[in-house]
């Protein structure tokens, strides 16, 4: 059984986290979703955490800012990946312990990029659903999300999305539950700059679908980090994840002898 807590940012926000005790030796796990998802979709629902529970991991999901169980203010100001790695630091603060192991997914793994690029602590770090973008862009590949997601969250006529990508989102957003003014903040402040990957110390494992549009080239993106491995697994953006080698490679990199 999780216990749920909520802690409170700088900025006047509540962020939701769920731990999952176990007696381990090795540092608990912290998994973060990706866009319009929360820590339930990305990482309970597939069997992710119950795969790290069963390992005897101790497992900590949060909700980002906008998304899940966690404050939805709908002005961009509140909104950007930085500002939800500030919210894992603050997490990690909390927890207080010495090291950690980092799990993030799509929107999830540029934050914990920018989280393993400034924190020591991270000791392993998986990142899936993303590929040469966080490379060439510094985030989630915005030549394949397009231009028409903010419209498409906006708009109370779903007919009326034009954009195949952009109604996914949308269509994505209504199967979740989420608060779509949230989300089209979030979207408006997405991270587009340099990440300082070579300054990751942490060993890393980059998972991709082959299938995944949002993770093309994802060979890039592991022979930008200091200390890689590249696992494809078939599947697309949504399915993958539901891959149970999804879960059994994230065990086992994680592992202490993966």
Same mark, same amino acid.
């Given at each position: 059984?999780?216990?749920?807590?909520?802690?409170?940012?700088?900025?006047?926000?509540?962020? +939701?986290?769920?731990?999952?005790?176990?007696?381990?030796?090795?540092?608990?796990?912290?998994?973060?979703?990706?866009? +319009?998802?929360?820590?339930?979709?990305?990482?309970?629902?597939?069997?992710?955490?119950?795969?790290?529970?069963?390992?005897?991991?101790?497992?900590?999901?949060? *909700?980002?800012?906008g998304h899940g169980a966690s404050s939805k203010p709908h002005d961009p100001l509140f909104y950007g990946e930085e500002k939800m790695a500030?919210?894992?630091?603050?997490?990690?603060?909390?927890?207080?312990?010495?090291?950690?192991?980092?799990?993030?997914?799509?929107?999830?793994?540029?934050?914990?990029?920018?989280?393993?690029?400034?924190?020591?602590?991270?000791?392993?770090?998986?990142?899936?659903?993303?590929?040469?973008?966080?490379?060439?862009?510094?985030?989630? *590949?915005?030549?394949?999300?397009?231009?028409?997601?903010?419209?498409?969250?906006?708009?109370?006529?779903?007919?009326?999305?034009?954009?195949?990508?952009?109604?996914? &989102?949308?269509? &994505?957003?209504?199967?979740?539950?989420? *608060?779509?003014?949230?989300?089209?903040?979030?979207?408006?402040?997405?991270?587009?700059?340099?990440?300082?990957? *070579?300054?990751?110390?942490?060993?890393?494992?980059?998972?991709?679908?082959?299938?995944?549009? &949002?993770?093309g080239r994802p060979d890039k993106l592991a022979d930008a980090l200091p200390d890689a491995t590249l696992r494809v697994l078939p599947g697309?953006?949504?399915?993958?994840?539901?891959?149970?080698? &999804? +879960?059994?490679?994230?065990?086992?990199?994680?592992?202490?002898?993966?």
């Open positions: 059984m999780a216990q749920r807590a909520v802690f409170r940012t700088p900025d006047g926000l509540d962020i +939701a986290y769920e731990v999952w005790e176990r007696d381990s030796k090795l540092p608990t796990v912290v998994l973060h979703h990706g866009f +319009a998802a929360d820590g339930n979709t990305n990482w309970v629902a597939p069997g992710i955490v119950d795969a790290l529970t069963a390992a005897g991991r101790r497992v900590v999901t949060i *909700d980002a800012r500030a919210d894992v630091r603050t997490l990690l603060d909390l927890l207080g312990e010495p090291s950690y192991d980092l799990v993030g997914y799509s929107m999830g793994a540029i934050v914990s990029a920018l989280v393993a690029s400034q924190e020591p602590r991270i000791r392993r770090l998986v990142i899936g659903g993303v590929g040469a973008s966080v490379v060439e862009l510094g985030g989630v *590949d915005t030549r394949v999300v397009g231009s028409g997601v903010i419209q498409a969250l906006h708009t109370d006529d779903p007919s009326s999305i034009t954009d195949p990508n952009a109604a996914a &989102f949308r269509m &994505f957003a209504e199967m979740t539950g989420a *608060d779509r003014l949230a989300l089209a903040a979030q979207v408006r402040t997405l991270h587009q700059k340099p990440i300082a990957l *070579d300054d990751i110390t942490a060993s890393c494992l980059v998972l991709a679908g082959d299938d995944d549009p &949002f993770a697309d953006h949504l399915s993958v994840v539901r891959d149970p080698d &999804f +879960a059994k490679l994230i065990v086992s990199f994680l592992a202490d002898t993966p």
